[in-house]
Nanobody, 119 residues
Framework: QVQLVESGGGLVQPGGSLRLSCAASGSIFSIYAMGWYRQAPGKQRELVARITHGGTTNYADSVNGRFTISRNHAKNTVYLQMNSLKPEDTAVYYC?????????????WGQGTQVTVSS
């Protein structure tokens, strides 16, 4: 069974930093891409950042220059370093991964981790 386990959310003051982690485990042949999405109350889930197996990254305009996504291939883990956080970054952050598993290529989601930016 494939799982994505997230950690690192919490409460931080505006201007502060947080680092999210997401580890993929289970019967995984390869990872095509991993990324982070977020969903604020009353809003649709949106892409925050994504990184491919080859290292190509893309970011939402609202976080570009403040957030950095990275991966540790050996640990099947993706990270999201969030700096200069703003109240509008408050949301539940979800890890997402495109994984090649025994049944083929499939899309997986983590359970979500709350990030709250408030003074």
């Amino acid at each position: 069974q494939v799982q994505l386990v997230e950690s690192g959310g919490g409460l931080v003051q505006p201007g502060g930093s947080l680092r999210l982690s997401c580890a993929a485990s289970g019967s995984i042949f390869s990872i095509y891409a991993m990324g982070w999405y977020r969903q604020a109350p009353g809003k649709q889930r949106e892409l925050v950042a994504r990184i491919t197996h080859g290292g190509t990254t893309n970011y939402a305009d609202s976080v570009n220059g403040r957030f950095t996504i990275s991966r540790n291939h050996a640990k099947n883990t993706v990270y999201l370093q969030m700096n200069s956080l703003k109240p509008e970054d408050t949301a539940v952050y979800y890890c997402n991964a495109d994984l090649m598993v025994t049944t083929g290529l499939d899309d997986y989601w983590g359970q979500g981790t709350q990030v709250t930016v408030s003074s």
